[in-house]
């Protein structure tokens, strides 16, 4: 399972991408509403989401230090 | 000779009135109607005469008793209705006054040498300094003068976590939250980030009185996104930067980063979040990374400093030179620049207890040491000018910073941040 970030165009309802991407069978963790960031799980490769709604998407990056 | 004559006013002049005056002082009183060339008033007065000067209403006499005197002010019986110590006049002599001049001159002289040789013989005068002696970081920001604490300013330090327990902040309310499962944010066995927290909010040391932290009255956040080995993830990152804001916190300090490539575009996550968290008007301040080897090799400012929304510190050392291990900004064609520089090498901070040592303090190098200076600094400007916004306050940081001589903007900049005297 991947963990993924996706920033929100401007204007989409959150509502609406969340039916969207739980019908795809896509868990999703948190939405951050002052941030307009969406993170959410899924198996699928990043190439098999719906990009309409979101700006980007980044995998999870577990390499940060001090 | 002193005269110890008195002028009485009287409310009449009645025969009766005389007499009483004369019979109550045990004085005879002679009219002024009688006084003439051959009889002057001071061969009159003495102990047992008075003169009244009958057209006045006023009389003089000699050695009086005072007590007397005042008591009749009060007696409603008594004629009396005045009475003074006769006063000393001179005559006005214009040569006499020159003659006071003159000497009054010979001693202002006389003053002026005596200072004159005073201040001669006193060594150069010295700069002030401060009471309190800093470290080589803050005499580099100019921390000495300040009148700004951070009072009231919120500083949140996104890091390993805190050790609460140190006698530098006894006292302190600190407040926080741990976004690193199984692991507290109130204690730190790691260190870096109660070594982060002190340079940003400390104040002196409990043993020797020396000055280490920048905003001493700010109010401390602790945000732990690291793991006690100093490992975090994005999601910890970003779960404590949206707490952060939605807590208003002014500044999250960032003494953390993960390795760019060279040519590598900037976070778009990352850069919508520093402009979401500039918009709700707090500043996110970042360490360029420690990946360089210098001169060698220069590595590219890291993630997330390498946002254009986020502050991108780099460290110089104590001979202001560049440290050699601080990233720069040599992805110039995808972003990723250095905004700002600070003190980052042999930085003293608080530091919790090693292995039953009883030290409280460690000399740490590195962008995260210099970032929390910024952090600092910032919230010193934010109490000095609390109507900026963050977008304001990142501006009058840069505006303010001294470039410093031979070092290139890729490497610090618009320079070393400094206080504002």
Known sequence: MNTYFAVLKGGVSFAKVSRTLKASGIKIINYYRKLGVVKFETEKSISDIDFDFFISIEEENNNFGI | MKSNRYIVLLDNQHESTIRSVEKEFAVSVTSSELLSKDNRSFDIIDDSHAVL???????VVDNVDEKQLSLSLTDKKSPIVYFEKERDFYVADELSLIEELKMDIDALKNKILELESTIRKKPAQQPSVSATELEWGLKAIGMGDTLFSGKGVNICILDTGF????PDFAGREIEGKSFIEGEDWDRDPNGHGTHCGGIACGNVRNDTGKRYGIAKDSNLKIGK?????????TSSIVDAIDWAITKQFRIISLSLAAPAKLNEKPSVLFETIGKKALDNNSLLIAAAGNDSNRPASLAPVSVPANSLSI??????DKEMQIARFSNAGINAATGGNIDICAPGVNILSAYPQKNGSSDNYESLSGTSMATPFVSGVAALYMEQFPNLTAREIWGLLENNAKPIEKLKYRDIGKGLIQVIK
């Open chain 2, 225 to 233: 996104v690291l793991s006690d080995k100093g490992k975090g993830s």
């Open chain 2, 311 to 316: 502050m991108a510190v780099a460290a110089i």
């Open chain 2, 163 to 166: 050790e609460i327990q140190h």
């Open chain 2, 53 to 59: 000067y009958k057209n006045l209403s006023m009389m």
